[in-house]
């Protein structure tokens, strides 16, 4: 019998409240008030995400942000900025303890991305994991797309699917963005670069980097499409289960009162 998981689809949340729902899960699991739980949600106005780590100042344009509509948020976890937009995006909240899950944090990744590869899969996609050769992060590039980490997705050697973990309270939060488009020039103005000629050659490569789902299939696909792909892809990779959660009135006051005094307040956003 197949262990059985939450699985909560919030829809179209702002920014903040999208970063406070990963939080509170994760809490909720550690206080054993939820099961393990596969989350999908979306973005408006559009986000761009930057890692617990990242500086902002001298590497993100929040002029140009400000400009296109989209929110800055920083995320609980590491890594580099990511554009949310035209994706869906996925959260995993499972305990450290889960028996499926390797104490070491490229192996819980391998695991995880399971449910990846058989979304792909699910739509046609030829995918497979990223092994990188070599030291990551040599480009000091601020955008997340730019290289593939361990085990993330690749499809025709392109990176299509970034993540990115956190282990808090003996929680693993794992989130990651799998984006049916990307627009490469309004992606580009977000960062600040030395020059113009730095930026038009990073702009110029990251085609050779990075996919999206739409570039790849001869019929393009909706977010429902992939909503439906992944979600089963996740049951068969992780060999699960799902039961729908929905989240009470007292729990969405208590994220909206975290987006607000954490993922809204500018002081944590610009931290660094």
Same mark, same amino acid.
């Given at each position: ?8 689809d !919030? ?17 909720? /699991?550690?206080?054993g ?17 930057? $890692? ?5 100042? $001298?590497?993100?344009?929040?002029? +140009?942000?400000k400009? /296109?509509?989209?929110?800055?948020? %920083?995320?609980? !976890?590491?890594?580099? +900025?990511?554009? =949310?937009? %035209? ?10 303890? =889960?028996? *499926?899950?390797?104490?070491?944090? !490229?192996? +819980?990744?391998?695991?995880? #991305?399971?449910?990846?590869?058989k ?7 030829? +995918? ?14 601020? @955008? ?13 050697? *392109?990176?299509?699917a970034? #993540? ?11 989130h990651g ?8 020039? !309004? ?10 000629? @730095? ?5 110029? #490569? ?12 001869? @019929? ?10 992944? *979600? ?38 610009? #931290? %660094?």
């Amino acid at each position: 019998m197949k262990e059985k998981w939450a699985f909560l689809d !919030t829809g179209v949340l702002t920014p903040s409240m999208n970063m406070a729902v990963d939080e509170a899960l994760l809490i909720w /699991h550690s206080q054993g008030l939820l099961p393990p739980v596969l989350r999908f949600y979306e973005w408006q106005p559009a986000g761009l995400s930057v $890692g617990y780590f990242q500086r902002v100042k $001298g590497k993100i344009d929040v002029d +140009a942000a400000k400009r /296109h509509g989209f929110e800055i948020v %920083r995320r609980q !976890t590491g890594g580099r +900025a990511v554009l =949310h937009d %035209r994706e869906l995006t996925y959260s995993v909240i499972v305990s450290e303890q =889960h028996e *499926k899950m390797p104490s070491s944090v !490229t192996d +819980a990744y391998r695991v995880i #991305s399971e449910g990846l590869l058989k979304g792909f899969q699910n739509l046609g996609m030829e +995918a497979g994991f990223a092994i990188p050769e070599g030291k990551l992060g040599q480009t000091g590039s601020a @955008v997340c797309f730019e290289e593939p980490s361990w085990y993330e997705l690749v499809v025709n050697g *392109k990176k299509a699917a970034g #993540s990115a973990q956190t282990r808090q309270k003996g929680v693993i939060l794992q989130h990651g963005s799998i984006p049916l488009e990307v627009d490469e020039n !309004t992606l580009f103005d977000l960062f600040i670069y030395p020059n113009e000629r @730095v930026k038009e050659r990073a702009r110029n #490569s990251f085609g050779d980097k990075a996919i999206a789902i739409n570039d790849v299939l001869d @019929v393009k696909v909706t977010v429902d499409d992939v909503r439906a792909a992944f *979600k089963k892809g996740f049951e068969d990779g992780l060999q699960i289960e799902f039961e729908t959660l929905s989240l009470d009135d007292v729990q969405w006051a208590y994220i909206e009162e975290l987006a607000k005094t954490k993922y809204e307040d500018e002081s944590y956003t610009y #931290s %660094r």
